[in-house]
């Protein structure tokens, strides 16, 4: 797939004779067909910032250029998210690398497929200038993010660079997929080449085929599911086609199984389907673990954190069903990051990917005979309040956008999941993987650039906090003619903090009163509109009633379809919507910072 946007166009370069070892690198990206790389320009790869300019004259891969090196993978994260595909990251040095860990910590928790390059000063000391190479050289700079990348590697020859991409290409997007690291020192970057070394075909290092359970797993799993008095299925992470999504209506229908879903991931089963027990939550609703807690057999779908919801479920009561898994999740665990989670009891192993699995159960299970009445499927809310709640949000995303296909990239903590549904893989992309601050806007902003020409209209709900740690990717955006909607909500603090300060407070007897103080974003109040404004966006905002709020969401909409960039301020109430509406959520404790 070539780009669809247009490039910076560089002007045609007369110098043919001489080749540099980056050139060689730039046209091993060529050949692995890596469509993008977002950057931050930095002095240790300018060396291939030339080739991929004026050797291969900015195309396939095309540069696009960042403000913020969070923002850079942030990008490729949300492209692999709505794509599938691998693009690429370069980042400066060690410096860029320390500004991005967090982007990249994000994209492992979340399995996705991502090529970053760095760079680093000479590593042969006799040829650094100084001062600054030195300070920008580190002895073993892969060790930074090694913890949370699949595989690192610091190349000393363009044979030996070749062979370091084509890995780092295939180990990315080999399942469980994951970011790669290839460090590229700036003095063989800049070293002449007599000839350019042959290039390798890329056809014949692909990802390898994912592998397929033993028959007799199969068997023993579809004998369980079969026979079944009341099977639950929890999908986790899955593909995002439309094959894979039909084979799991078909499996959960053929048995006759409870689905849960949660808003961890994305979409992968419809929400609005009789089988579905919802709502899709960041935690299980009381409706989904009374579902699971009566299940004779669960069949959990590389289910993010199987023991924690089993734990929520069970609490410390014996684990009575039989757990059938299928997951190849193991095999990316490392002992650096605790992201493995618990380790759940599991009665059958099918270790291979959930959308390998699910075919060859559908073909293995019997039809159950006496399948549990389906519940009837919710509406999704479409009232509003006279407040801007999350609820209220909801209500008018649906009120503005019926009839549109919109891809929500992101959602904020407490989003009440009853209200809206999906119905396709692409209505809703998950979280950020790692729950680090600033990763929505450049997760967008990544998934617009894979959505455009599609149809769908790319929205991203967002925290203030986020918005603000993230605001520079709308440059980005605006720049490359990326079109996308931000919907802040925007609380004015921090405020999953503030719930977790009011708890501790109530733990030891002290003053709630004091919740805001170190929390709070106002005084000065922020003008979330005018920052969009200032990168070239059309910002919208505040908005503080339903009513407004509705009509700024379709003119966002419409921004969108006209090919711009477009951020809404919408001043939602302090508080989880479920607070709010005098409900209680089943959610044991504040999660994070939004």
Same mark, same amino acid.
């Given at each position: 797939?070539?780009?669809?946007?247009?490039?910076?166009?560089?002007? $045609?370069?007369?110098?043919?004779?001489e080749?540099?070892?980056?050139?060689?690198?730039?046209?091993?990206?060529?050949?692995?067909?890596?469509?993008? =790389?977002?950057?931050?320009?930095?002095?240790?790869?300018?060396?291939?910032?030339?080739s991929?300019?004026?050797?291969?004259?900015?195309?396939?891969?095309?540069?696009l250029?960042?403000?913020?090196e969070?923002?850079?993978?942030?990008?490729?994260?949300?492209?692999?998210?709505?794509?599938?595909?691998?693009m690429?990251?370069?980042?400066?040095?060690?410096v860029?690398?320390?500004?991005?860990?967090?982007?990249?910590?994000?994209?492992?928790?979340?399995?996705?497929p991502?090529?970053?390059?760095?760079?680093?000063?000479?590593?042969?000391?006799?040829?650094?200038?100084?001062?600054?190479?030195?300070?920008h050289?580190a002895?073993?700079?892969?060790?930074?993010?090694?913890?949370?990348?699949?595989?690192?590697?610091?190349?000393?020859?363009?044979?030996?660079?070749?062979?370091? !991409?084509?890995r780092?290409?295939?180990?990315?997007?080999?399942?469980?997929?994951?970011?790669?690291?290839?460090?590229?020192?700036a003095?063989?970057?800049?070293?002449?080449?007599?000839? #350019?070394?042959?290039l390798?075909?890329?056809?014949r290092?692909?990802?390898p085929?994912?592998?397929?359970?033993?028959?007799?797993l199969?068997?023993?799993?579809?004998?369980?599911?079969?026979?079944?008095?009341?099977?639950?299925?929890?999908?986790?992470?899955?593909?995002?086609?439309?094959?894979?999504?039909?084979?799991?209506v078909?499996l959960?229908?053929?048995?006759?199984?409870?689905?849960?879903?949660?808003?961890?991931?994305?979409?992968?089963?419809?929400?609005?389907?009789?089988l579905?027990?919802?709502p899709?939550?960041?935690?299980?609703?009381?409706?989904a673990?009374?579902?699971?807690?009566?299940a004779?057999?669960i069949?959990?779908?590389d289910?993010?954190?199987?023991?924690?919801t089993l734990?929520?479920?069970y609490?410390?009561?014996?684990?009575?069903?039989?757990?059938?898994?299928?997951? &190849?999740?193991?095999?990316?665990?490392?002992?650096?990051?605790?992201?493995?989670?618990?380790l759940?009891?599991?009665?059958v192993?099918?270790?291979?990917?959930?959308?390998?699995?699910v075919?060859?159960?559908?073909?293995? &299970?019997?039809?159950?005979?006496?399948?549990?009445?389906?519940?009837?499927?919710?509406?999704?809310?479409?009232?509003?309040?006279? +407040?801007?709640? !999350?609820?209220?949000?909801?209500?008018?995303?649906?009120?503005?956008?019926?009839?549109?296909?919109? &891809? #929500?990239?992101?959602?904020p903590?407490?989003?009440?999941?009853?209200?809206?549904h999906?119905?396709h893989?692409?209505?809703?992309?998950?979280?950020?993987?790692?729950?680090?601050?600033?990763?929505?806007?450049?997760?967008?902003?990544?998934?617009?650039?894979?959505?455009?020409?599609?149809?769908r209209?790319?929205?991203?709900? =967002?925290?203030?906090?986020?918005?603000?740690?993230?605001?520079?990717?709308l440059?980005?955006?605006?720049?490359?003619?990326?079109?996308c909607?931000l919907v802040?909500?925007?609380?004015?603090?921090?405020?999953n903090?503030?719930?977790?300060q009011?708890?501790?407070?109530?733990?030891?007897?002290?003053?709630?009163?004091?919740?805001?103080?170190?929390?709070?974003?106002?005084?000065?109040?922020?003008?979330l509109?005018?920052?969009?404004?200032?990168?070239?966006?059309k910002g919208?905002? $505040?908005?503080?009633?339903?009513?407004q709020?509705?009509s700024?969401?379709?003119?966002?909409?419409?921004?969108?379809?006209?090919?711009?960039?477009? +951020?809404?301020?919408?001043?939602?109430?302090?508080?989880?919507?479920?607070?709010i509406?005098?409900?209680?959520?089943?959610?044991?404790?504040?999660?994070?910072?939004?």
């Open positions: 797939m070539k780009p669809t946007i247009l490039p910076e166009t560089p002007l $045609p370069s007369t110098a043919r004779d080749l540099w070892s980056s050139d060689a690198i730039a046209r091993m990206l060529q050949a692995l067909d890596v469509p993008w =790389v977002a950057l931050v320009p930095g002095a240790s790869f300018r060396g291939l910032h030339d991929l300019v004026n050797h291969i004259g900015n195309q396939h891969p095309q540069m250029l960042c403000l913020h969070e923002n850079a993978v942030a990008m490729a994260h949300g492209y692999a998210k709505a794509s599938g595909r691998m690429g990251a370069i980042l400066h040095s060690n860029g690398l320390l500004h991005a860990t967090m982007a990249i910590f994000n994209a492992w928790c979340d399995r996705v991502m090529l970053i390059l760095g760079a680093t000063g000479p590593w042969d000391a006799a040829k650094r200038r100084p001062w600054i190479d030195w300070i050289t002895s073993d700079q892969g060790a930074l993010v090694r913890g949370y990348t699949k595989w690192d590697n610091q190349p000393g020859s363009v044979p030996a660079a070749y062979d370091a !991409l084509l780092a290409a295939q180990m990315a997007t080999t399942a469980p997929c994951g970011p790669t690291y290839v460090n590229l020192d003095a063989l970057q800049e070293s002449k080449l007599g000839d #350019l070394p042959p390798p075909d890329p056809s290092f692909r990802a085929e994912p592998p397929r359970p033993a028959p007799e199969v068997a023993r799993a579809a004998a369980l599911l079969s026979g079944a008095a009341a099977p639950v299925i929890l999908i986790g992470r899955g593909h995002r086609t439309t094959e894979s999504w039909r084979a799991r078909a959960a229908e053929k048995l006759g199984a409870r689905v849960i879903t949660d808003l961890k991931v994305g979409a992968s089963f419809p929400t609005g389907h009789p579905h027990i919802g899709p939550g960041t935690f299980l609703s009381e409706g673990t009374r579902a699971a807690r009566e004779d057999v069949l959990a779908l289910w993010v954190d199987l023991a924690g734990k929520q479920v609490a410390d009561r014996p684990i009575t069903a039989k757990i059938i898994s299928a997951s &190849c999740d193991v095999h990316l665990h490392r002992g650096f990051s605790m992201d493995y989670f618990g759940p009891p599991v009665d192993h099918l270790l291979v990917e959930p959308d390998v699995a075919p060859l159960l559908l073909e293995a &299970c019997r039809a159950r005979g006496q399948a549990p009445a389906p519940r009837g499927a919710s509406e999704p809310g479409r009232g509003a309040g006279d +407040v801007l709640s !999350l609820r209220t949000v909801a209500a008018a995303l649906n009120d503005a956008t019926d009839g549109v296909d919109v &891809c #929500l990239t992101g959602l903590l407490g989003w009440p999941g009853e209200c809206r999906f119905s893989p692409l209505d809703y992309l998950g979280g950020n993987g790692g729950g680090g601050v600033g990763a929505g806007p450049g997760i967008t902003v990544g998934a617009a650039l894979a959505l455009k020409g599609s149809g209209v790319p929205i991203g709900l =967002v925290g203030d906090g986020d918005y603000l740690m993230g605001v520079t990717a440059w980005t955006a605006t720049h490359y003619r990326i079109p909607l802040v909500c925007n609380n004015r603090s921090f405020y903090d503030e719930a977790h009011e708890r501790v407070a109530r733990m030891r007897g002290r003053p709630v009163e004091n919740k805001w103080i170190g929390q709070r974003i106002n005084e000065p109040d922020i003008d509109a005018m920052l969009a404004v200032a990168q070239g966006a919208i905002g $505040p908005v503080t009633a339903p009513e709020l509705r700024a969401i379709a003119q966002g909409v419409r921004a969108v379809m006209d090919g711009e960039v477009c +951020v809404i301020d919408a001043r939602v109430r302090p508080g989880y919507d479920a607070e509406s005098g409900e209680r959520a089943a959610r044991p404790e504040p999660v994070g910072r939004t």
